[in-house]
């Protein structure tokens, strides 16, 4: 668990660098004044920015799936969330119930589409992936 955090952390790391590189490469785009070549460039621009739309979905999906995950029942009262604050709904025996570093509990699915759009809990707003 841990080695897979610190390997997904210098892998996000990595195309944050790069992301910075494909801003920088844009900004001398803007220098070019042949339009072919300007071209040629904005092409490969482009590319690499399709690369690291895509990366950045796949790192976040592999980092949604290792947050821990439990089987809801009604006797473990334990303090944890009785309802689901993504669809509001109760959670209902061995139901799959997905909890959040900040400790709080949702839906596997509700909470896997809100992390996918967001990087934060939505009950408490706390930031999920630490960054
Ligand atoms: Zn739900
Ligand atoms: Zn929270």
Redesign the pocket.
């Known amino acids: 668990m841990n080695t897979l955090n610190s390997i997904m952390e210098s892998a996000m790391e990595e195309l944050e660098n790069l992301a910075v590189h494909c801003l920088n490469i844009e900004r001398l785009i803007e220098t070019i004044s042949d339009l072919n070549e300007r071209e040629q460039w904005v092409n490969i621009l482009n590319m690499y920015s399709h690369i690291l739309k895509n990366n950045f979905g796949v790192i976040a999906s592999i980092a949604i799936k290792m947050l821990p995950t439990y089987k809801y029942s009604s006797e473990l009262d334990d303090g944890n969330e009785k ?7 109760d959670f209902q025996l061995n139901e799959v119930i997905r909890k959040l570093p900040c400790a709080h509990d ?2 596997v ?3 896997d589409k809100w992390l996918k759009l967001r990087r934060t809990c939505p009950m408490c707003r706390a930031c999920v992936f630490n960054d």
């Open positions: 309802s689901c604050a993504v669809c509001l709904n949702f839906h699915d509700c909470v």
